[in-house]
DNA sequence: TGAGAGAGCGCC
DNA sequence: AAAGGGCGCTCTCTCA
């Protein structure tokens, strides 16, 4: 057997199981089940098919419960969204029954918002979910699957076939992180929130700390209250002072020369940390000593993940303190180094960019180059190029770093005219940016007609830069994501191979990803992450020069990683 | 009273 | 760290 369609029925541990060759077509009959757990735990023992599953994320949590693990999948929902992006057709449903209605010429229906969908089944209870024009769902799984894989040959992007196995593989590692869940000592971070807020409050009351630095504030504008979280409060207080200011933000309260000012950063910063993390964070989040959330496989335009949940991917530093490893464990925390610039230095195939992103600092190179050596001038050049740096005085080092590396230069900058045109921009494994907005179209089609004022032609211009600004920082960020969803995948395998015995993904960060082990395999999961980001490269970008360290540091404590 | 916009800030 | 794109989250404030 080589593959292996699974479909749950809703409200049931029955569910249906058909065999397909590699073409997607059936190898027998549908097979009703009544315990779909254990049929797919026998058969991923007997011969471990690749799994065909409408969405990993719906049925994989259940089978981790009763520790069946998958070793291969396809994921029909996420593998629909690169498909439907790649022709033109970004934001349609991408759910079995949108890409069955699709199939079938029939009316498409609309994905269902997770709560939505909590909310109409506890309004109609056991109701199996019904497909347009009452199919079997088991059968629109066979025929969507078929009708992907015709679809994926039709494509002349050969890496979005990498980009759909790695996907899928990353959509079961976004469960099996949620049931691992990354260690969290509540002790620790109590002793943070302590230690920074004061004693705990009772509900509702602002800490001791907070209420301190709030009377510090109001003192400094001679006693009158002012409310430190609200912005229009702060920037009429400053105003009445002699001060006036058009924003609350940090940085612009950072260059005022008065004594609210402290007391004010001071409140922010700890404000924040009581809202967003503190002991409220705490309970709605941390169960059995593990932080939880929900990962949104590619839930990101350029293909980055998302969470649900807890602000997992905004973890302040001041609270990972409280991540530390179990007895007898100990954390592999690995983050590539300069991601985004070795990127484009092998996307773009530029030769010299690839020689220099030999090295392990890459700014340090690239200022030997083209800067004199100066590496600050060197970092501000590469930065700008890859975000379209608009300020002025990025643009004489940029012109340098274009002088020195037109080739990577010419690479970002024609995604760019692609943006600002209307047009779509992939990454190199063929994840597709959205088409224009509507206020693009709106402003380009008004900034086009005769008579169109100075306004319009204006405004025209700055939207088509946003969008240049955005296709060009697309084309690597998206690029840097297909990157890390192959590494997942390769590392993911390494470990069910078994090279490093107990030691599983806890975290994922955009470029960084944190394990947690047992002590005696810590260096074999440091190798594995490290082994994994070369196999990255390679499946990428072939025999390229640039080099992409990903070392694994290994520590008891997430706050001594950095 | 609740929804939704806007401001602000955390992370990469 | 840069500085720009992207997010999630919480707070205030307004309006129905």
């Known amino acids: 057997m080589v593959r292996c369609v699974v479909v749950p029925e809703q409200d049931s541990d029955a569910g249906w199981v058909r065999a397909l060759d590699d073409a997607g077509q059936p190898l027998g009959p549908v097979e009703k089940v009544d315990d779909l757990v254990r049929a797919v735990a026998d058969r991923e023992r007997a011969d471990g098919p690749r799994w065909v599953l409408p969405a990993a994320g719906d049925l ?11 070793r291969r999948c396809v994921d029909l929902t996420l593998t629909e969204g690169l498909l439907i992006a790649y022709a033109g057709n970004w934001g349609a449903p991408r759910s079995l029954a949108a890409a069955w209605a699709r199939l079938m010429g029939l009316p498409v229906p609309d994905d269902a918002a997770p709560a939505a969908r909590q909310a109409q089944q506890a309004l109609f209870g056991a109701r199996v979910t019904e497909l347009p024009g009452g199919a079997a769902p088991v059968d629109a799984a066979v025929a969507v699957h078929a009708d992907q ?61 907070l209420t301190e630095l709030a009377d510090q504030v109001a003192a400094a504008f001679d ?39 402290a007391p004010l950063l001071e409140y922010k910063e700890l404000a924040r940390l009581h809202a967003a993390n503190g002991w ?41 303190r409280a991540v530390i490893a179990d007895p007898g464990h100990q954390l592999i925390v690995a983050d590539a180094a300069q991601l985004e610039p070795r990127i484009l230095a092998a996307l773009a195939g530029d ?44 643009a004489p080092v940029i012109g340098a770093l274009r002088r020195r590396f037109p080739v990577a230069v010419a ?93 599983e993904i806890v975290f994922f960060q955009h470029d960084e990803v944190v394990l947690h082990c047992p002590d005696e395999v810590a260096t074999e999961a440091a190798g594995a992450a490290q082994e994994a980001a070369q196999e990255a490269t390679r499946l990428l970008f072939g025999s390229t020069p640039v080099r992409f360290p990903f070392e694994g540091r290994i520590v008891r404590n997430y706050a001594d990683a950095k």
């Open 280 to 320: 409220a964070w705490l309970e709605t989040w941390i169960r059995d000593g593990r932080f939880r959330p929900d990962w949104i496989v590619g839930g990101v335009v350029s293909g980055r993940w998302a969470t649900r949940g807890g602000g997992a991917l905004q973890i302040p530093h001041a609270v990972r």
């Open 223 to 261: 006693g009158r209250r002012v409310n430190p979280d609200s912005p229009a409060d702060v920037v009429q207080a400053f105003t009445r002072a002699g001060l006036p200011i058009s924003s609350a933000r940090s940085h612009v309260l950072r260059r005022l020369d008065h004594p609210a000012v």
């Open 411 to 503: 690479y970002v900058e024609a995604a760019a005219r692609d943006g600002e045109t209307g047009r779509v921009v992939r990454s190199l494994l063929g994840r597709t940016c959205p088409p224009p907005s509507r206020g693009w179209q709106e402003a380009q089609e008004r900034a086009s007609l005769p008579g169109a004022s100075a306004a319009d032609q204006s405004r025209a211009r700055q939207t088509a830069r946003d969008r240049g600004r955005f296709t060009r920082n697309f084309v690597v960020q998206a690029t840097a994501a297909d990157w890390t969803a192959v590494l997942l995948a390769a590392l993911r395998r390494r470990l069910l191979a078994g090279v490093a015995p107990g030691a």
């Open 351 to 394: 030769d010299r960019m690839a020689e220099a992103a030999a090295a392990t600092d890459l700014y340090s190179a690239l200022a030997a180059v083209a800067f004199d050596g100066d590496r600050s001038r060197a970092k501000v050049a590469m930065l700008g190029t890859l975000y379209g740096a608009t300020s002025g005085d990025a």
């Open 149 to 209: 894989l015709r679809r994926l040959a039709a494509v002349p992007q050969s890496g979005l076939h990498l980009l759909v196995a790695a996907e899928s593989a990353s959509a079961l590692v976004a469960a099996e992180m949620t049931r691992a869940g990354l260690p969290w000592r509540v002790d620790v971070h109590h002793a943070v929130l302590a230690e920074l807020l004061g004693p705990r409050p009772p509900a509702g009351l602002p800490p001791r700390r």
């Open 60 to 70: 994989y949590p259940r089978l981790l419960e009763a520790d069946v693990v998958l």
